[in-house]
């Protein structure tokens, strides 16, 4: 089964550190999505990409957050300097656009302490 | 970031008996919604999906009923399993520009023997 890939599966860092995270999407899909999850927010849009493009990514905080995709293969997440109530789970997603639905990664497990 | 709701309800059903989730979506204007399941500790998994051009979609044991003039989307499970435990998420896709894929907040489902 095609899968889409995140790493670090966990990553434990303390305050003020780089933490970058990356995703290898599905290859073919042109569509990416970052999200964050915690209990307190549920599943927030980061950002999103198409042919990888940044079309949106008004859901990150600009001063510490970043998002790029080098290249079609590999889509990264840097959050510099890092924070503790940064801490939660990042999934990456990718799809072919609307109507073929979109496929998660397992996530990376983010604490910042 | 963009996300709906931060309460999480809890749907308790019996083993064999018939799960209805319910969802309320906010915008008119999305086009295609899409179900996820997620178990504990991994990432959300594609159910099925419904475009706004459809009222009623059928897959392997689950049924999405849309209803656009209440904004309701329903995701029924005929003979819940144990196996189907989980948190259930609904998405929007917000068309309009550049579409982006939205979440609930997503409701528990407990299976009992």
């Known amino acids: 089964d095609a899968r889409v890939t995140q790493t670090p599966r966990h990553k434990v860092t303390e305050m003020g550190q780089e933490v970058t995270m990356r995703c290898q999407p599905i290859l073919g899909h042109n569509t990416v999505f970052w999200y964050r999850q915690t209990m307190m927010q549920g599943l927030e849009l980061l950002a999103y990409?198409?042919?990888?493009?940044?079309?949106?990514d008004s859901g990150m905080p600009k001063d510490r957050f970043s998002a790029e995709m080098p290249d079609a293969t590999l889509a990264t997440l840097k959050i510099q300097p890092s924070e503790p109530r940064d801490s939660a789970v990042y999934f990456c997603a990718s799809g072919l656009g609307q109507s073929y639905g979109y496929t998660f990664g397992s996530g990376t497990r983010l604490t910042v302490v | 970031g963009e996300s709906v709701g931060l309460h999480l309800p809890t749907l308790s059903v019996q083993e064999g008996d018939n799960s209805i989730i319910n969802c309320a979506y906010s915008?008119?204007?999305?086009?295609?919604f899409i179900w996820y399941k997620q178990e504990s500790g991994k990432g959300p998994q594609f159910i099925i999906d419904?475009?706004?051009?459809?009222d009623k979609r059928q897959g392997q044991r689950v049924t999405v009923l849309l209803n656009k003039t209440v904004k309701h989307l329903s995701l029924q499970i005929a003979a819940t399993q144990p196996g189907d435990s989980a948190v259930y998420f609904c998405a929007e896709n917000r068309a309009g520009g550049y579409n982006k894929l939205i979440f609930g907040a997503g409701t528990r489902l407990a299976v009992h023997p």
């Open positions: 990409f198409r042919n990888r493009a940044p079309l949106d």
């Open positions: 419904i475009r706004s051009n459809m």
């Open positions: 915008n008119s204007a999305s086009d295609y």
